[in-house]
């Protein structure tokens, strides 16, 4: 070794991505890469006086999480807003947002999310409700899966709602009897209300480095931005190198474009931003909705709304026409697929972009998968299609009210994991972060438990051992990112992003998984968060 080491760090419990369980053993880093993984006790030979050395014994040192699926800006955006995840009818959600509203007298628009009418014993949504409670500032609340918003009239006034606004391709302005919007959009037509909300750059950069110190806490060390919903604007990618530029990026950041039939913007955006730290990663788009509210694409109809089977965002052939196109530009694609017909589209769609184009390396990804038909399960293997799954979801609405929409037989093939991997399908997670909170713990507490919080459990079978699910989160995506050869184990030569947590998880039972926490984040070789007690 011909220059000594600037960090050396040291533990009883290392697991590096490359077993299934933690060694003693010494991480030897220079500048921001690993140089050498050795046993502890061969660290003398390595140590200067310049060496820092870090020794955190029994805690559990591990590579840095890798969150496949969050929206940034919107998820730093709403950390700041009024929650409603445990609301129990419109009266209630209502009630906080004027509480908030008081406590916030000068913002000028209330924002807030998680409402979800499903769990509801009367699950009506209407402006009037919020009305009463804030009749002059704009409300716009994002339902818990954000593919609908409830909206009061002064946020319809604002955006230029009305009686003769038009429903947009999948997307419904929700009107009542006489043609009066109610304040519930759905799909697509959020955007309509969204679009009068823009933000300036100085709140975009405070919002990002929100984000930054949020991910340095949770050991979040790289990300896949799939941008604000629903507009999937690429204009925080200058934001992003920005940071990067003047050493402010403490997490990695991948990002997409929306797939449209337009590639050129792509082919610029990959020849610009490719850096260590800020990456253009191919395209995302919305096959179908969501489950709750019917507009996720099935294959039969919805158990308790036997008229509809949901629909796609755009038409299947123009679907498979980008994805084709796309994949012959070497781009990557991912598709956000919740009902089973989705799934099966896109896969089709894959499956004619090898026949046309040839068979590659291609990585593309389907996210969500929350439904699946079993002939389907085993070509994400045969099609080298990555299964990009946020197990935190299982946390959402509850079983029960999941039953009710697709019903008893179709719920033993929902939010699978374990049959997917083991039918050849490499698992990625990630959060969908602002959906659900950024906290990798939890979502690998539900990965090896599949317990939601009320202790129902969501298809026993499902659940991964701990290893898989930890390299689900570290390893799968920097696979799917193509920089395994850089990221997601510690080994010689990959860049130095690693976390500490304050106990072995492998030793300990597993809800006290959902209760560690990260103490330790280095990114690139830099320490970014550092709250150990040793």
Not at 124 to 142: A, G, M, N, T
Not at 298 to 323: R, S
Request: proline fraction near 4%; charge should be negative; hydrophobic fraction near 40%.
């Amino acid at each position: 070794m011909s220059l000594p080491p600037d960090i050396i760090i040291t533990g009883n419990n290392v697991f590096t991505g490359t077993a299934d369980h933690p060694t003693s053993a010494a991480i030897v880093i220079r500048q921001n890469k690993i140089i050498e993984v050795i046993e502890k006790n061969q660290t003398n030979q390595y140590i200067t006086e310049n060496t820092l050395l870090y020794d955190f014994g029994d805690k559990l040192i591990m590579p840095g999480f890798h969150d496949f699926h969050i929206h940034l800006l919107l998820g730093s955006m709403l950390n700041n807003s009024v929650q409603l995840q445990d609301a129990t009818s419109a009266v209630e959600a209502a009630n906080r947002v004027r509480e908030y509203a008081l406590e916030n007298s000068d913002l000028p628009i209330i924002i807030g999310s998680g409402w979800d009418n499903n769990a509801w014993t009367n699950s009506s949504i209407h402006k009037s409700f919020l009305d009463q409670v804030v009749p002059e500032r704009p409300v716009i609340l994002y339902q818990a899966e954000f593919h609908s918003v409830w909206v009061n009239s002064a946020m319809l006034e604002l955006a230029g709602v009305n009686n003769n606004t038009p429903n947009p391709e999948f997307g419904e302005v929700v009107k009542d009897m006489t043609g009066e919007p109610t304040g519930l959009l759905l799909e697509h037509a959020v955007g309509l209300v969204t679009k009068a909300m823009p933000m300036e750059l100085k709140h975009k950069e405070q919002l990002l480095k929100q984000f930054l110190q949020e991910a340095a806490q949770f050991g979040v060390t790289s990300v896949h931005d799939l941008l604000r919903l629903p507009e999937m604007s690429t204009e925080e990618a200058a934001i992003y190198a920005d940071f990067e530029k003047n050493d402010k990026l403490t997490a990695r950041i991948h990002f997409v474009a929306p797939l449209i039939g337009d590639v050129s913007e792509a082919k610029k955006l990959r020849d610009t931003y490719h850096s260590n730290m800020v990456q253009f990663t191919g395209f995302k788009q919305f096959i179908d909705g969501v489950i709750t509210s019917y507009t996720a694409y099935l294959e039969e109809p919805y158990t308790n709304k036997p008229e509809t089977a949901g629909g796609t965002v755009f038409p299947e052939e123009l679907i498979k026409k980008w994805t084709i196109e796309a994949d012959k530009e070497n781009f990557r694609v991912r598709f956000h697929c919740i009902g089973d017909k989705a799934v099966k589209l896109a896969l089709d769609s894959f499956e004619e972009a090898q026949q046309q184009n040839g068979k590659r390396d291609s990585r593309h990804s389907i996210e969500h998968i929350e439904m699946i038909k079993q002939e389907d399960i085993s070509r994400f293997g045969e099609l080298g299609v990555l299964a990009s799954i946020q197990p935190e979801h299982i946390n959402g609405s509850s079983f029960e009210v999941f039953e009710n929409l697709i019903g008893e037989e179709r719920m033993r093939l929902y939010m699978l994991q374990k049959t997917l991997m083991d039918t050849g399908a490499t698992l990625v997670y990630g959060s969908d972060f602002p959906v659900v909170g950024l906290n990798p713990l939890s979502a690998i507490y539900r990965a090896v438990t599949r317990l939601d919080n009320e202790n129902v459990v969501w298809s026993k079978d499902e659940a991964i051992s701990l290893a898989d699910a930890l390299k689900a989160y570290t390893f799968g995506p920097a696979y799917g990112s193509f920089r395994e050869k850089e990221l997601g184990t510690l080994e010689t030569g990959k860049l130095a992003d690693l976390i500490v947590l304050d106990r072995d998880l492998f030793t300990v039972s597993p809800e006290e998984i959902k209760t560690a926490n990260v103490i330790f984040t280095m990114v690139d070789g830099k320490v970014v968060y550092d709250n150990a007690t040793n």
